[in-house]
């Protein structure tokens, strides 16, 4: 089964940044979108980023967009998840996922394989 480990999250002050690792095991992991997503205390899980196999689309949700950049290093077999300009509402649990197909997925529907998440919390 394939494992993904996120790695990265902490405490953060509102305007700083944080650098989200995941890093996945598996032979093929180019063949694959990854996704990341997050879950505030209370909500429900949403959409942040993907990114394709190849890592050559991307997608941002709206909330993000402009503060977050998504990549991903297929000889190290890990994405990131580069978070600028933080702000209180980014407070979560991410989670990084691996997609059922090369192509940007925004949908939860879309991954098969979940890693345990890394808590991020930004501080007023």
């Known amino acids: 089964q394939v494992q993904l480990v996120e790695s990265g999250g902490g405490l953060v002050q509102a305007g700083g940044s944080l650098r989200l690792s995941c890093a996945a095991s598996?032979?093929?992991?180019?063949?694959?979108?990854m996704g990341w997503f997050r879950q505030a205390s209370g909500k429900e899980r949403e959409f942040v980023a993907a990114i394709s196999g190849t890592g050559g689309s991307t997608s941002y949700a709206d909330s993000v967009k402009g503060r977050f950049t998504i990549s991903r290093d297929n000889a190290k077999n890990t994405v990131y998840l580069q978070m600028n300009s933080l702000k209180p509402e980014d407070t979560a649990v991410y989670y990084c996922?691996?997609?059922?197909?090369?192509?940007?997925?925004?949908?939860?529907?879309?991954?098969?394989?979940w890693g345990q998440g890394t808590q991020v919390t930004v501080s007023s």
């Open positions: 598996g032979r093929t992991f180019g063949s694959y979108g």
């Open positions: 996922a691996r997609g059922l197909a090369a192509v940007v997925l925004t949908t939860p529907w879309g991954y098969n394989y």
